[in-house]
Antibody, heavy 120, light 112 residues
Framework: EVQLVQSGAEVKKSGESLKISCKGYGYNFSRYWIAWVRQTPGRGLEWMGTVHPGDSKTRLSPSFQGQVTISADKSIDTAYLQWTSLKPSDTAMYFC?????????????WGQGTLVIVSS | QSVLTQPPSVSGAPGQAVSISCTGSSSNLGARYNVHWYQQVPGTAPKLLIYDNVKRPSGVPDRFSGSKSGASASLAITGLQAGDEADYYCQSYDYRLSGSRVFGTGTKVTVL
């Protein structure tokens, strides 16, 4: 059974760094892209970017360039989303998803979500 | 900022049918990119409901159907059930935004 399992909720302070993870089970992790989206009540779902674990190629949304880093370690079937300096506006639910390519195919499996809370 | 526009809410009685629109532009739906639909029950992750405009993943009831015409798409739900109460999002690709995936604004379906 295909599953994406994300790391647990985080409570951080403004300026701190953070790396959350998404581990794949039940399929060849290296062959599918992993994307990340941010969900907030005010802005809905926003696509942040994507990584191909097989060769570590990434595509970032212009809205998130310079704000986050997306990476993957195919040896442990895990993708990551990281910040070097969090802001209160980064408070959101973050989901990872799988897709057959970086652009057009649907997100057929989703992680359960990681809640990130950043206080000032 | 969402570039696909959906109505904030729709509602219907059990057994009735509802429809959700998704309006895009010439750089996404109007450029013939496919639309996908996701269902998000409160407190859970979104789930793929319709892909490539009209296709249903295995396990999705045929009460859910999709269509697309020009720069607009629609999701129809027939025989509304209490379990259909959720948020629904359309999603596509936009070539203008340095090649980005884009989501709709989301529609809350309420079963009266």
């Amino acid at each position: 059974e295909v599953q994406l399992v994300q790391s647990g909720a985080e409570v951080k302070k403004s300026g701190e760094s953070l790396k959350i993870s998404c581990k794949g089970y039940g399929y060849n992790f290296s062959r599918y892209w992993i994307a990340w989206v941010r969900q907030t009540p005010g802005r809905g779902l926003e696509w942040m970017g994507t990584v191909h674990p097989g060769d570590s190629k990434t595509r970032l949304s212009p809205s998130f360039q310079g704000q986050v880093t997306i990476s993957a370690d195919k040896s442990i079937d895990t993708a990551y989303l990281q910040w070097t300096s969090l802001k209160p506006s980064d408070t959101a639910m973050y989901f990872c998803m799988r897709a057959a390519s970086w652009d057009l195919p649907p997100f057929d499996y989703w992680g359960q979500g990681t809640l990130v809370i950043v206080s000032s | 900022q969402s570039v696909l526009t959906q109505p904030p809410s729709v509602s219907g009685a059990p057994g009735q049918a509802v429809s959700i629109s998704c309006t895009g532009s010439s750089s996404n739906l109007g450029a013939r990119y496919n639309v996908h639909w996701y269902q998000q029950v409160p407190g859970t992750a979104p789930k793929l409901l319709i892909y490539d405009n009209v296709k249903r993943p295995s396990g999705v009831p045929d009460r859910f159907s999709g269509s697309k015409s020009g720069a607009s798409a629609s999701l129809a739900i027939t025989g509304l059930q209490a379990g259909d109460e959720a948020d629904y999002y359309c999603q596509s690709y936009d070539y203008r935004l340095s090649g980005s995936r884009v989501f709709g604004t989301g529609t809350k379906v309420t079963v009266l």
